[in-house]
């Protein structure tokens, strides 16, 4: 399985992108699918290891994006230095979320809910900072990698496939380390690990402030790939929507199936969908989630694994 990984993720930079590179329209989805894919994995570890379902990673995302739009318009801040800050800007925000961990199921994805609103309201009401309904434009582009032009089309793609990895590898780490096998175990009894001294509510408030970090730095990186911003786009719906189907689809519970379901969802739902219905065509991705749930309930990546461990039954 390692060296499939490995094989895979050469492949997903030394052939992909040049593959991609004479068609702009399909690289850009790619590029928009690997956003999706990197608000979905920080949300997957919110809701598997923290064990929380957030509808508000658009709090997170819209944050990280205007941070990071401010920083490089206002301050003439490098956008490379700016995307790290941005996802620290969204921690800070972050902050003020914390009392709402005391709550569970429902009630917790409402009042996330209600804070993404509230972020929405001040980014559209702050018009000195924000320029308020009318947006940001002109927000600088991304930097050339290594100062080549003939990366210049691909640098959105290989920046956006790195963070999404850089995530994946987190993800990895902290569900395989003490702290990941003390939140899994809180979802059996809660009360149970309190008893044995795990401290429920700083552990979910790490994983809350690590995913508000990575949804910040995902947000701030697509501002400098679309080069505007305006508060309906910042903390559009979609950004805590799309990544939760995309999560569910690909199997929140593994480390890859968020990525794979983000960029198999979006692709589809942009290519394929999209021309059999132009106006409408999320009916038709709903019912294919629907399909998943009722068919494969742990994600699409489950039912590969299960697929090659047959196989390999078989040729047993």
């Known amino acids: 399985m390692k060296k499939l990984w490995i094989a895979a993720i050469a492949l997903l930079y030394l052939v992909v992108p040049f593959a991609l590179q004479g068609n702009s329209y399909v690289l850009s989805l790619t590029v928009s699918a690997l956003i999706v894919a990197g608000v979905a994995v920080a949300w997957a570890l919110l809701g598997n290891l923290g064990g929380m379902v957030s509808f508000g990673h658009a709090a997170f995302f819209g944050i990280g994006a205007y941070a990071s739009a401010l920083l490089t318009l206002k301050a003439g801040w490098p956008v490379l230095l700016a995307l790290p800050v941005a996802g620290l800007c969204a921690v800070v ?36 900072v924000t320029n308020g309904s009318a947006g940001l434009s002109s927000v600088p582009r991304l930097p050339t990698l290594f100062g ?10 290989l920046l956006a496939l790195t963070l999404v990895l850089a995530f994946c590898w987190v993800y990895a780490r902290v569900r395989s380390s003490d702290y990941g096998i003390a939140l899994r175990a809180m979802h059996d009894s809660e009360d149970a690990t309190r008893v044995v001294g795990v401290n429920s509510v700083l552990l979910k408030s790490w994983m809350l402030l690590l995913s508000a970090f990575m949804t910040g730095m995902i947000g701030a990186l697509n501002v400098h790939v679309i080069n505007f911003l305006d508060p309906d786009y910042a903390f559009n719906g979609s950004w805590s929507v799309l990544p939760i189907v995309a999560a569910i689809f ?19 739902d942009q290519l394929v969908f999209k021309s059999m219905l132009s106006s409408g065509h999320q009916i038709i991705l709903g019912a294919v989630l629907a399909a998943m749930i009722l068919c494969a309930p742990d994600g699409l990546l489950s039912v590969f694994r299960k697929r090659a461990k047959e196989a390999r039954h078989a040729e047993a």
């Not at 914390?98 to 509230?118: E, M």
């Not at 080549?148 to 793609?157: M, N, Q």
């Open 93 to 128: 925000a972050s902050l003020v979320m914390l009392p709402a961990l005391r709550l569970s199921g429902p009630y917790f994805a409402l009042a996330i809910l209600a804070y993404a609103h509230i972020f929405r309201i001040l980014a559209t009401e702050l018009t000195s």
């Open 148 to 157: 080549s032009e003939a990366l210049t089309a691909i640098t959105p793609y």
């Open 250 to 268: 690909g199997g929140y519970r593994t480390v890859g199936g968020p990525m794979i379901g983000a960029v198999v969802i979006y692709m589809v």
